[in-house]
């Protein structure tokens, strides 16, 4: 579980709800003409852009950016550093053998030990990668949808309630309704956007390529063993892909 989104929506709904209650009463803040323009509309919106089998999953997808396995790119790089012992101490055959969780890895780790040359075991993660790159770009671009449609509609209703507003000056009690659907659509679409959508799809795309260049780093742990480098030239050129603080040190790596 994310801990930082869930603070992050805390503190961004209670920011709102704080200065609410600071200011006036939360009732006047409730409007059901209000929520069925931008709900509504924003729901029908994302129908007629994307097919309904992608849109069935938008839940799924924002709560990505709450229920995620963090990417652990030390732990990948030391269990890249210990198949790579087991192929220079064995052979790289051996690697079939090896109990590896990941599927990710367990397909690189087989490709090497079914002796694929380098160009066609880099290719085929390769493609692996940009396919799921381009499946996590969806996600993001339908949180994007989301951002730019929530303060849209709240426009529409705020052009609503003006119409409204206007066609009904005489009507001194039509007037205070009118002016709420139109105030209070702006406000909706615009705790949408930014309390929702665009924080979600900065968040998925922080994920995407957390796992990506994890993937890249399994990429060329793999090049590595099948080239038959020493495991610990290995972990010292995957740690290049480290930040300096958190590189992982060995110093107890086999000798040439």
């Given at each position: 579980m ?9 503190l961004?709904?209670g920011a ?9 009463d939360?009732?006047?803040f409730?409007?059901v ?10 729901i ?5 852009k ?5 849109v069935?999953?938008?839940v ?12 652990d790119?030390?732990a ?5 550093g210990?198949?790579a012992e087991t ?7 051996a ?9 990710f ?18 290719s ?8 799921m790159g ?5 996600g ?5 949808n ?9 426009m ?9 507003m206007l ?9 205070g309704?009118a ?5 209070l659509?702006?406000f909706?679409?615009s705790?949408l956007?930014n309390?929702v ?5 900065n968040k998925?795309?922080i994920r995407?390529?957390?796992?990506m260049?994890?993937m ?7 090049l ?5 480098e ?5 972990k ?21």
């Amino acid at each position: 579980m994310d801990l930082a989104t869930i603070i992050g929506f805390v503190l961004c709904i209670g920011a709102v709800i704080g200065a609410i209650f600071a200011g006036g009463d939360i009732i006047a803040f409730i409007d059901v003409p209000s929520v069925l323009v931008v709900g509504l509309g924003v729901i029908g919106s994302t129908f007629i852009k994307w097919p309904l089998e992608i849109v069935t999953n938008v839940v799924g997808v924002a709560m990505k950016s709450i229920f995620y396995a963090p990417t652990d790119i030390k732990a990948t790089i030391d269990e890249i550093g210990k198949l790579a012992e087991t192929a220079r101490r064995e052979s790289v055959f051996a690697l079939e053998k090896v109990q590896i969780d990941d599927p990710f890895m367990k397909k690189a780790m087989t490709l090497a030990a079914d002796n694929r040359p380098p160009e066609v075991i880099s290719s085929i993660l390769q493609l692996e990668i940009d396919a799921m790159g381009e499946r996590h770009k969806v996600g993001q671009d339908i949180m994007q949808n989301l951002a730019d449609d929530g303060p849209a509609f709240g426009m529409i209703g705020t052009l609503i309630g003006l119409v409204i507003m206007l066609g009904n000056l005489s009507d001194q009690a039509a007037i205070g309704p009118a002016m709420a659907v139109a105030l209070l659509t702006t406000f909706y679409g615009s705790c949408l956007a930014n309390i929702v959508a665009n924080p979600v799809k900065n968040k998925l795309g922080i994920r995407s390529t957390t796992e990506m260049a994890r993937m890249t780093i399994i990429i060329a742990g793999t090049l590595g063993i099948v080239a038959g480098e020493n495991p610990r030239l290995i972990k010292e050129k995957l740690n290049a892909f480290l930040p300096p603080a958190e590189r992982v040190t060995d110093n107890a790596g086999e000798a040439e």
